[in-house]
């Protein structure tokens, strides 16, 4: 890999400071930091000032970055919680997963035209759908905290059903990515995912006794987040290399195994400061350093504004459905449907590493921008409605 160290030195400079200008401007019009990230990508990338171009080796910082997010989120999995509401938040997490995949899938082939199983666009056409099955609860844990909503069995429900969510998105991906190759046997990608998860639960298990231990007699210490990272790292590298599984899954899969540690909440702390600093806004920056807006034609415009309608809509329908199905009443239903439609990083995510395999062209990441910053928004407006509707009838 050939570049230019000044160069990189100046572009990350430049990353940097953009990236933290536009995400505190994010913040003050209550978006998420990483809508400001990627627009600050657009900005200094192709689209306007043309400042810095997508390099190699920002693209392997990038890459750093993704897993370092996907060991986080794994780490921030609350297993109790998980337990704790069971079966209600399993059935809504695979409804919400499968709707929107089937509506995701459809749209596109509504707009450029159906293919048949195998054909280049069938398999693009699965990727939006994949893109739409993430799931992003971090605006709506923040609404439910405000309203003093957070405790009860909807809230739970939600949380609970959005990791699980998750879970099932990532192997989603999984699946489409190894179809992707057109030497893929299905049965054999099916056979390398579950022999990847059943090697992943036979070390986890030993790595996490392991690390009890150490954390028992070592608490608190600075070589246990050194080691989780490795073993982020490693866990990514034999997922991709060994088994054919997305190396987001091998990182995610090891932040699980240490989640019920009890420093935890340190090593994402001590992962947090690294991908806040630079690995975190060179990943978003990244995206819209690849998207070139001047290409944008009306086409794109329009299947994005109904890219994001249907990303919306297919999470309230998925699983404000089967809510209503498994005994919630409507309006809480509706509450489980509304908060689990705001998308964020794993969207984000996915949508990047199709790119990266050829099954996401660059203007697309446009409708995932917009997803993200509309539903975020949307989100704690129409939570807000669905709660305060009662007192308002009974005053």
């Not at 209550?30 to 997508?54: F, N, Q, R, T």
């Not at 897993?67 to 997490?93: D, P």
């Not at 639960?201 to 790595?207: C, K, S």
């Not at 806040?276 to 070139?292: A, E, K, N, R, W």
Request: glycine share 8%; proline share 3%; hydrophobic share 55%.
């Amino acid at each position: 890999m050939d570049f230019d160290t000044s160069m990189v030195v100046r572009d990350l400079c430049i990353i940097i400071i953009f990236a933290k200008v536009f995400g505190l401007m994010a913040r003050a019009i209550k978006v998420p930091d990483v809508a400001g990230e990627i627009v600050a990508g657009l900005i200094i990338g192709p689209s306007v000032l043309k400042l810095v171009d997508a390099s190699e080796y920002l693209a392997a910082m990038a890459e750093i970055g993704v897993i370092m997010l996907m060991f986080s989120a794994g780490l921030s999995t609350n297993l109790r919680q998980l337990k704790k509401t069971g079966l209600k938040a399993t059935a809504i997490a695979c409804f919400g997963v499968f709707v929107p995949l089937v509506f995701g899938t459809i749209l596109y082939m509504a707009f450029y035209g159906f293919a048949p199983w195998g054909d280049d666009e069938f398999y693009k056409a699965v990727f939006i759908g994949t893109i739409l099955t993430a799931t992003s609860v971090s605006i709506t844990a923040q609404t439910l905290k405000d309203l003093g909503k957070i405790k009860e069995e909807v809230s739970t429900t939600i949380m609970s059903a959005a990791i699980i969510d998750d879970v099932i998105g990532i192997i989603v991906l999984t699946f489409v990515i190894g179809f992707k190759d057109p030497d893929a046997d299905p049965a054999n990608v099916l056979l390398m995912t579950l022999l990847f998860f059943v090697f992943a639960t036979g070390v986890g298990f030993i790595v996490y006794k392991l690390f009890k231990i150490y954390d028992k007699k070592y608490p608190h210490t600075r070589r246990i987040p050194i080691m989780g990272l490795a073993l982020a790292f490693g866990l990514a590298y034999l997922a991709e290399n060994n088994f054919g599984v997305a190396d987001i899954t091998g990182a995610f899969v090891a932040g699980v195994i240490l989640c019920s540690l009890k420093d935890s909440d340190y090593i994402n702390r001590k992962m947090d400061v690294n991908s806040y600093m630079i690995f975190g806004p060179v990943f978003f920056c990244s995206i819209g350093l690849q998207t070139d807006l001047s290409n944008l034609d009306t086409n794109i415009l329009v299947f994005s504004l109904a890219f994001v309608f249907v990303g919306m809509v297919a999470k309230i329908i998925g699983c404000g459905l089967i809510a209503k199905i498994m005994r919630y009443s409507t309006r809480d239903s509706l509450k489980i449907g509304v908060g689990m439609m705001t998308r964020g990083e794993v969207a984000l995510i996915v949508a990047q590493r199709g790119l990266s395999v050829g099954m996401l062209d660059p203007a697309f990441f446009t409708c995932v921008i917009l997803l993200i910053i509309i539903s975020s928004i949307t989100t704690p407006i129409v939570l807000k409605a669905l709660y305060n509707e009662p007192a308002k009838v009974q005053a």
